[in-house]
């Protein structure tokens, strides 16, 4: 993430010019709200009158290809985890975590076994260098997770 960048939003949310933001991060915020269109973003303003600085920067983090948004009620996961794990890690190391991306399944009412497998898979990567962060929000949506790699 580019420092100026981050600077430069951080700045719009503190002068609360969240006009502007959607202006400069439409695909951020209609991910975060699930929305499409600006008059959506202005109506949401109107009800709420404030938009949450924390929870953006992980939805901007997914725009940003670092993340993988899960939603709570996505139930089997299993392909695009591995996807996007495949995608940040060295070979070897995704390959000793494979065993585990079996049968990941989310769905926050009934089976949810993305915590339990992540955890597994940290095991494995240990001493290999690298940790996968799981981060929830339910600021604006029912539950979401973010996956990200981390290297150590």
């Not at 008059?39 to 992980?58: N, S």
Request: charged fraction near 30%.
């Amino acid at each position: 993430m580019d420092m100026v960048e981050k600077q430069r939003i951080h700045a719009l949310f503190t002068a609360k010019d969240y006009m502007e933001l959607y202006r400069t991060q439409k695909p951020t915020v209609d991910l975060m709200l699930g929305i499409k269109e600006q008059w959506e973003f202005e109506d949401f303003l109107v009800e709420e009158g404030y938009f949450e600085e924390a929870p953006f920067w992980l939805y901007y983090s997914v725009v940003q290809g670092d993340f993988l948004e899960i939603g709570g009620y996505e139930e089997d996961v299993t392909e695009q985890v591995a996807a996007f794990l495949q995608g940040k890690l060295p070979k070897a190391d995704f390959q000793s975590i494979a065993v585990h991306l079996q049968g990941i399944y989310v769905d926050i009412d009934e089976r949810d076994n993305l915590e339990e497998k992540i955890e597994f898979c940290n095991q494995c990567l240990a001493g290999a260098g690298y940790s996968i962060q799981l981060e929830r929000d339910d600021t604006y949506c029912t539950w979401d997770y973010f996956l990200s790699v981390q290297h150590t």
